[in-house]
């Protein structure tokens, strides 16, 4: 992911809040030829020392048939985007995107069972408890959990290299800049006027 300075981050907090909030992101491989499969992902953050993220995928799948311990993957992480029209400009200019991305590259290492369980149980946590009759792991039973297990691949992904990117029209002179948030928090699409919020906040750093 090419970052020009103005847009570079080292807060990790943003990382966390971008993963967080857009976990179902791009897992990434090239070991015999390029991979991509969207899968849920998780920050395992228990030991701040050691920070990694968890997910899973079929085993049906290839990429799951050719990753090893050790191998080098891409997890990417796509957050808050929107359409940057030029006519909110007071100037002839380009129109542009807008957009938060974190990308991890980070090395595999293959969870045993009771990793899987766990990541599982978590995972499910994490949907479930906002459900009106939530379905957690434990009411599934044991056996039929693992019945299901033998179906998927999970693995922990220990990150080499951090990138967070938030291109937020920081190049803007204020004019540009506040009038930018105005047309994107009269948008009818979510992700615009996330992204008008978080261009405030960025503006308050």
């Known amino acids: 992911m090419f970052i020009p300075k103005l847009y570079r981050s080292e807060d990790m907090d943003v990382m966390r809040e971008i993963i967080r909030e857009n976990s179902f992101a791009l897992l990434i ?3 015999d030829k390029i991979r991509a499969t969207h899968s849920m992902m998780m920050l395992n953050e228990n030991d701040p020392e050691n920070v990694y993220i968890e997910t899973h995928i079929s085993r049906a799948n290839p990429q799951a048939r050719t990753l090893k311990d050790g191998d080098e993957v891409l997890c990417d992480f796509l957050g808050s985007h929107a359409y940057i029209s030029s006519s909110w400009y ?9 957009y938060e991305a974190v990308q991890i590259y980070g090395k595999v290492e293959l969870m045993n069972h009771d990793e899987l369980y766990a990541h ?8 479930e408890n906002f459900q009106q009759c939530p379905m ?3 009411d599934m039973g044991k056996e039929f959990v693992e019945k299901e297990m033998k179906r998927a691949f999970g693995m922990k992904i220990i990150p080499t290299e951090i990138f967070i990117k938030q291109k ?3 190049n803007r002179k204020e004019n540009d800049f506040q009038n930018i948030i105005l047309h994107l928090e009269e948008s009818a699409d979510d992700n615009a006027r996330k992204v008008a919020e978080k261009m405030k906040l960025i503006k308050k750093k």
């Open 136 to 138: 957690m792991v434990k």
């Open 120 to 127: 599982l149980e978590k995972l499910t946590s994490k949907y």
């Open 29 to 31: 491989s090239s070991v």
């Open 168 to 170: 937020l029209s920081q």
């Open 90 to 98: 007071d100037h002839i200019n380009v129109s542009t995107w807008n």
